[in-house]
Structures are given as structure tokens and as C-alpha cells.
């Protein structure tokens, strides 16, 4: 069973920075496609950024690219997204998505939700 934890929210002024972790126990594969989705309220959940864990390639939502890096660390197992030049547009619970499957080779069908197979809880980013 596979458990998804993040950690790294907060509050930042626009302009700033914030480094999310997802920590990952009970995965047993190494080749898995792994997210980081937004959601805000009264909006629909977002794809942000995908990595295909153990490959390194990694996908962007448009909105995010130059800003949003995605990354693994195997030493830690954890799945990072670190965000720089941060926007109030970019408020939202931020959840970690682990799927059973590896990405798919339609870059777009790995930022959408039915792809991914296990959630986080969430960590809250609110920029002002």
C-alpha cells in the first residue's frame, strides 16, 4: 500500500520561493509516474508537473514552465517540486499523485488525475 506524504507549504510573497516534498513509502516499483497536482478553491484540480521515477523525464502544465522544477531524490525518496518566482495564481492545496503505471508516452495524459492511482493529503500554498 502505498502512502504519500507532503511537506513544505506555506506562505510566500510573489516573487518568492517554496520547495514541496512528497515523501513515498510502500512502493515497490521503480519505474512509476509520479505528479504534483494544484488545486484552488472553487476550481478543478490541476496537473502542475509529472516525473517518471528511475527515467527522470519530467512534463509541465504551460503555466509553470521556467518556474517549477520537479526532481527525485532516491536518497531520500521523495519527489520534490521546487517553485520559484512564485505568483498569487499559484494558490492552492498542492497534492503528490503516485501512479502503478509508468508515464505515458502522451506527454498530456500525465498531468490528468485518472492517471494516477494513489494521493496525498495536501499541503496548503498561499502566495500574496
Known amino acids: 500500500h502505498v502512502q504519500l506524504v507532503e511537506s513544505g507549504g506555506g506562505s510566500v510573497q510573489a516573487g518568492g520561493s517554496l520547495k514541496l516534498s512528497c515523501a513515498v513509502s510502500g512502493s515497490e516499483y521503480t519505474n512509476n509516474c509520479m505528479a504534483w497536482f494544484r488545486q484552488a478553491p472553487g476550481k478543478e484540480r490541476e496537473g502542475v508537473a509529472a516525473?517518471?521515477?528511475?527515467?527522470?523525464?519530467?512534463y509541465y502544465v504551460d503555466s509553470v514552465k521556467g518556474r517549477f522544477t520537479i526532481s527525485e531524490d532516491n536518497a531520500e525518496d521523495t519527489v520534490d517540486l521546487v517553485m520559484t518566482s512564485l505568483k498569487p495564481e499559484d494558490t492552492a492545496m498542492y497534492y503528490c499523485?503516485?501512479?502503478?503505471?509508468?508515464?505515458?508516452?502522451?506527454?498530456?495524459?500525465?498531468?490528468?488525475?485518472?492517471?494516477?492511482?494513489?494521493w496525498g493529503q495536501g499541503t496548503q500554498v498561499t502566495v500574496s
Open positions: 516525473i517518471s521515477t528511475g527515467g527522470g523525464r519530467t
Open positions: 499523485a503516485w501512479s502503478l503505471w509508468t508515464c505515458a508516452t502522451v506527454d498530456m495524459l500525465n498531468l490528468r488525475a485518472n492517471h494516477y492511482t494513489s
